[in-house]
Nanobody
Framework: QVQLVESGGGLVQPGGSLRLSCAASGFILGYYATGWFRQAPGKEREGVSCISSSDGTTRYADSVKGRFTSSRDNAQNTVYLQMNSLKPEDTAVYYC?????????????????????WGKGTLVTVSS
């Protein structure tokens, strides 16, 4: 059974950090371009970052460049999103999604309609 499970969300103060994890089961996540998307209440889903399947090339939305970093641990079948210098406008449900196999990152920037598998999301709240 193909599954993506996000974890690591929570409440953090502005300027703080969180690391999200996306653990895959039922398939080899390393073969798939893996993206992080977020959706805030009343807003369209937004592609935040993507890491390619081939060489680990990353892409980021302009709104998070320099603050967010995506990485892989193929041994753990997991992709991470390190989020630093968090702002209230980063508050959203964060989803990971996989595209492929062996595809490049084509959905970031974008809303992710071309992604093949999705997790159920984890809530990130940035507030004092």
């Amino acid at each position: 059974q193909v599954q993506l499970v996000e974890s690591g969300g929570g409440l953090v103060q502005p300027g703080g950090s969180l690391r999200l994890s996306c653990a895959a089961s039922g398939f080899i996540l390393g073969y798939y371009a893996t993206g992080w998307f977020r959706q805030a209440p009343g807003k369209e889903r937004e592609g935040v970052s993507c890491i390619s399947s081939s060489d680990g090339t990353t892409r980021y939305a302009d709104s998070v460049k320099g603050r967010f970093t995506s990485s892989r641990d193929n041994a753990q079948n997991t992709v991470y999103l390190q989020m630093n210098s968090l702002k209230p406008e980063d508050t959203a449900v964060y989803y990971c999604a996989a595209q492929g196999p062996f595809g490049p990152c084509t959905e970031v920037p974008g809303v992710g309609n071309g992604m093949d598998y999705w997790g159920k999301g984890t809530l990130v709240t940035v507030s004092s």
